[in-house]
């Protein structure tokens, strides 16, 4: 029993960090061959985690073996547009100009009913209210409005909006994020002084962040009761 909970920690590990360096796609992202290199590894780790006879090298190896594999395939994408097609396929078409194009349905094996419930998933009620729908490489589905149909922008009003940039995390349960003080150009005693101002340490926070306009958000940390300030 201690053998397999062994096996299964390095196999998990293994996995861990084989699914790391293939990159960071969500599983409905993936292209078809990454999906089945994924459930490919899947198989391999579970014969030696359910069969303490199986030498755990039988998974690891050919496991090694598909990422390597993996990244030949992508290294190959990246250089060649004709490999890509063949490997990854080209986005189609669904909805051109506002006409359903039935013959990339077909060709995609699409129902209209599918159609309809993919275009629920972005907001979308009504089919005659899209110009465009593209089915993507990773199946997903892409949909550009009709130009009336669009939300209006502060471009299209010809408005300036303030520039929000990214926050930062600068604590984090009590512990403070050494890398982010750096990239704002900020030290921990510069973090000290603005913490104290609510009346607490660095240490005592639950959460501290700092936007683009250098307001600072703050609350305890604390298990009794919550408490947001902001400054």
Known sequence: M???FIRTLVLYGIILIVMRLMGKREIGQMQPFEFTI????????????????IPI??????ILGLLVAHLMISYVNMKSIKSREILCGKP???IYRGKIDEAILLK???TINELQERLRGKDVTNIADVEYAILETSGQV??????????????????TKEYQGISYDLVIDGVVMQDNLNKINKNY????????KFGYKPED???VTIDANDNIFFQEKTFKKSKAMKG
């Open 108 to 110: 995609e094996r699409f």
């Open 57 to 62: 090298s039988n998974g690891i190896i050919p």
């Open 2 to 4: 201690l053998l397999i």
């Open 205 to 207: 926070a639950l959460i």
């Open 92 to 94: 189609s078409i669904l």
């Open 189 to 196: 005693k510069w973090l000290e002084k603005e913490v104290k």
């Open 38 to 53: 994924a459930i490919m590894i899947s198989d391999l780790a579970t014969m030696p985690m359910e069969d303490s006879g």
């Open 142 to 159: 892409n949909v550009i409005l009709k130009p009336e149909k669009q939300n209006v922008t502060i471009e299209d009003m010809n408005l």
